[in-house]
C-alpha cells in the first residue's frame, strides 16, 4: 500500500472523456509547440481559474508554496526587527520564511483538537513589533479566520493564511486562501492539488498587494530590466502552469472523494473505540491533505503498522521552535515557551495513507491494523 498514490490519478476520466494522462499529454504537447517557457499562456489562465475557484480577484502563480509565503511576506514589508505570530507545529516553510527576512518568528500554542492556533493565545503574543500573523490551515481545515481576523484588525495587522494543506477547503462557505489579507498555497505532488513538480499561488483581494507580489516574484521587474522592487525569481513554470489546468478538471471530484474517505475512516474508528481521530471545527470542510489520528506509543503503532505492509508519516515530529535553523536565528514562544498543546500533538499524531483513489479496502485494512496494534 502506498501513503499517496500519485499514479492512480492518470487512469481518471475528465468530463470530456480523456484520462488525466491523455489531457496533460495534450497540454505538454501545446507547450512544447508554443515554447513559450517562461510566463507562457498557460500561466494567466491557471491565475484566473484558480482566482474564480477560491472566490477571490487576484491570483499570483508561483515557483512553491514557500516562494508564496516569503513573496506575501515581502509584500507586506516585513524584515529585520518585526515579529510574525505563527505555530510551532507545521512545516519548516511557515517559519523559515519569516526568519529569512530577518524578522522574529513568535509562536503561540494550538487548539489541542483542531491543531491550528488557538486565537485566544495570539492577543498576548503581540508586541508594537508585530508585522503579521500567519495561521497554518493545518492537514486540510481552516484555521480559525473569524476569530483571528477580529484581533489583526483590532491590533492593525496583516493575515496570511498558509494554505498549502487546505486548498479546497471551506469555512463557512468560503474557501481556503480567501479568508484573509493574502492567502498562500502550494502545488507540491502530494498536496490537494498536486502538479509533477513544484509550484504555488498566492491569492488576495487587495490590488495593490496583488501588483506588489506580483512583480516580487519577478525580479521586482516594473519594465523590461527596470526594477522597482528587490525581488525573487518566483515564477511558476509554463509547464507546471499547463500540468496544473489538466489537474484542475479532476479537482472537484477528489476534494468531495478525499471528504468522503476521510469521514469514513472517523466512522470506522470510531465504531472501534480506538484513536482520537480528526476533529472539524463548526462550519469548516477539510480536504484531509493528510488524515491523521493521535496514538499512545506512536513508535510501537508505526513499527506494527509497518509490518503489515501500510506506510505511516508524523506530520511534525519537531516543532518548528525546536528546529535548530530556526533556533539559530531567535525565536520567542509566548508566555516562556508556552505551547504544551504543541508539543503534545508533535509526540502524539500519526498520519495513515490518505489519497482520493484509495479503496474502501486498503482502508478496511488500515483501520483493522490500527485497531489491532491499540488493543
Ligand atoms: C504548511 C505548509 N506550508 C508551506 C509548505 C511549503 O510548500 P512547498 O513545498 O510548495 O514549498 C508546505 C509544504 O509541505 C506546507 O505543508
Same mark, same amino acid.
Given at each position: 500500500?502506498?501513503?499517496?498514490?500519485?499514479?492512480?490519478?492518470?487512469?481518471?476520466?475528465?468530463?470530456?472523456?480523456?484520462?488525466?494522462?491523455?489531457?496533460?499529454?495534450?497540454?505538454?504537447?501545446?507547450?512544447?509547440?508554443?515554447?513559450?517557457?517562461?510566463?507562457?499562456?498557460?500561466?494567466?489562465?491557471?491565475?484566473?481559474?484558480?482566482?474564480?475557484?477560491?472566490?477571490?480577484?487576484?491570483?499570483?502563480?508561483?515557483?512553491?508554496?514557500?516562494?508564496?509565503?516569503?513573496?506575501?511576506?515581502?509584500?507586506?514589508?516585513?524584515?529585520?526587527?518585526?515579529?510574525?505570530?505563527?505555530?510551532?507545529?507545521?512545516?519548516?516553510?511557515?517559519?523559515?520564511?519569516?526568519?529569512?527576512?530577518?524578522?522574529?518568528?513568535?509562536?503561540?500554542?494550538?487548539?489541542?483538537?483542531?491543531?491550528?492556533?488557538?486565537?485566544?493565545?495570539?492577543?498576548?503574543?503581540? $508586541?508594537?513589533?508585530?508585522? /503579521?500573523?500567519?495561521?497554518? %490551515?493545518? =492537514?486540510? !481545515?481552516?484555521?480559525?479566520?473569524?476569530?483571528?481576523? @477580529?484581533?489583526?484588525?483590532?491590533?492593525?495587522?496583516?493575515?496570511?493564511?498558509?494554505?498549502?494543506?487546505?486548498?479546497?477547503?471551506?469555512?463557512?462557505?468560503?474557501?481556503?486562501?480567501?479568508?484573509?489579507?493574502?492567502?498562500?498555497?502550494?502545488?507540491?505532488?502530494?498536496?490537494?492539488?498536486?502538479?509533477?513538480?513544484?509550484?504555488?499561488?498566492?491569492?488576495?483581494?487587495?490590488?495593490?498587494?496583488?501588483?506588489?507580489?506580483?512583480?516580487?516574484?519577478?525580479?521586482?521587474?516594473?519594465?523590461?530590466?527596470?526594477?522597482?522592487?528587490?525581488?525573487?525569481?518566483?515564477?511558476?513554470?509554463?509547464?507546471?502552469?499547463?500540468?496544473?489546468?489538466?489537474?484542475?478538471?479532476?479537482?472537484?471530484?477528489?476534494?468531495?472523494?478525499?471528504?468522503?474517505?476521510?469521514?469514513?475512516?472517523?466512522?470506522?474508528?470510531?465504531?472501534?473505540?480506538?484513536? $482520537?481521530?480528526?476533529?472539524? /471545527?463548526?462550519?469548516?470542510? %477539510?480536504? =484531509?491533505? !493528510?488524515?491523521?489520528?493521535?496514538?499512545?506509543?506512536? @513508535?510501537?503503532?508505526?513499527?506494527?503498522?509497518?509490518?503489515?505492509?501500510?506506510?505511516?508519516?508524523?506530520?511534525?515530529?519537531?516543532?518548528?521552535?525546536?528546529?535548530?535553523?530556526?533556533?539559530?536565528?531567535?525565536?520567542?514562544?509566548?508566555?516562556?515557551?508556552?505551547?504544551?498543546?504543541?508539543?503534545?500533538?508533535?509526540?502524539?499524531?500519526?498520519?495513515?495513507?490518505?489519497?482520493?483513489?484509495?479503496?474502501?479496502?486498503?482502508?478496511?485494512?488500515?483501520?483493522?491494523?490500527?485497531?489491532?496494534?491499540?488493543?
Amino acid at each position: 500500500m502506498q501513503f499517496i498514490d500519485l499514479k492512480a490519478q492518470q487512469q481518471e476520466r475528465l468530463p470530456d472523456g480523456r484520462s488525466l494522462r491523455e489531457a496533460v499529454d495534450a497540454r505538454i504537447a501545446a507547450l512544447l509547440d508554443h515554447g513559450q517557457y517562461i510566463l507562457g499562456p498557460e500561466v494567466a489562465e491557471l491565475e484566473q481559474r484558480l482566482a474564480v475557484y477560491v472566490g477571490v480577484e487576484h491570483c499570483i502563480a508561483v515557483a512553491s508554496g514557500t516562494d508564496a509565503l516569503l513573496i506575501a511576506l515581502m509584500a507586506l514589508r516585513v524584515g529585520a526587527g518585526d515579529e510574525v505570530i505563527t505555530t510551532p507545529f507545521s512545516f519548516i516553510a511557515t517559519a523559515e520564511t519569516i526568519a529569512l527576512l530577518g524578522a522574529l518568528p513568535v509562536y503561540t500554542d494550538i487548539d489541542p483538537r483542531t491543531y491550528n492556533l488557538d486565537p485566544c493565545k495570539i492577543e498576548a503574543a503581540i $508586541t508594537p513589533r508585530t508585522k /503579521a500573523i500567519i495561521p497554518v %490551515s493545518l =492537514y486540510g !481545515q481552516p484555521a480559525d479566520f473569524p476569530a483571528i481576523n @477580529a484581533i489583526a484588525e483590532r491590533h492593525g495587522l496583516a493575515v496570511i493564511e498558509d494554505g498549502a494543506q487546505s486548498f479546497g477547503a471551506q469555512q463557512h462557505g468560503r474557501r481556503s486562501c480567501n479568508l484573509s489579507t493574502i492567502g498562500t498555497t502550494s502545488f507540491f505532488p502530494s498536496k490537494p492539488l498536486g502538479g509533477y513538480g513544484d509550484g504555488g499561488a498566492c491569492f488576495t483581494n487587495d490590488a495593490e498587494l496583488a501588483g506588489l507580489m506580483r512583480r516580487i516574484s519577478r525580479h521586482g521587474q516594473s519594465r523590461r530590466y527596470f526594477h522597482t522592487e528587490v525581488g525573487v525569481n518566483g515564477r511558476i513554470d509554463t509547464l507546471q502552469a499547463a500540468i496544473l489546468l489538466a489537474k484542475l478538471e479532476l479537482f472537484d471530484g477528489e476534494v468531495a472523494s478525499r471528504q468522503q474517505i476521510g469521514e469514513r475512516y472517523s466512522q470506522c474508528f470510531q465504531a472501534a473505540g480506538v484513536a $482520537t481521530t480528526p476533529y472539524l /471545527a463548526p462550519g469548516n470542510t %477539510s480536504v =484531509y491533505a !493528510q488524515y491523521t489520528i493521535e496514538v499512545e506509543s506512536r @513508535a510501537a503503532v508505526q513499527e506494527d503498522l509497518k509490518a503489515s505492509g501500510i506506510p505511516t508519516a508524523v506530520h511534525y515530529p519537531t516543532l518548528l521552535c525546536q528546529q535548530p535553523a530556526l533556533h539559530a536565528c531567535g525565536s520567542r514562544c509566548s508566555g516562556a515557551c508556552a505551547i504544551p498543546f504543541a508539543q503534545r500533538a508533535s509526540e502524539r499524531v500519526m498520519s495513515l495513507p490518505m489519497h482520493p483513489y484509495l479503496s474502501p479496502q486498503d482502508q478496511d485494512q488500515v483501520v483493522a491494523a490500527v485497531t489491532a496494534a491499540l488493543c
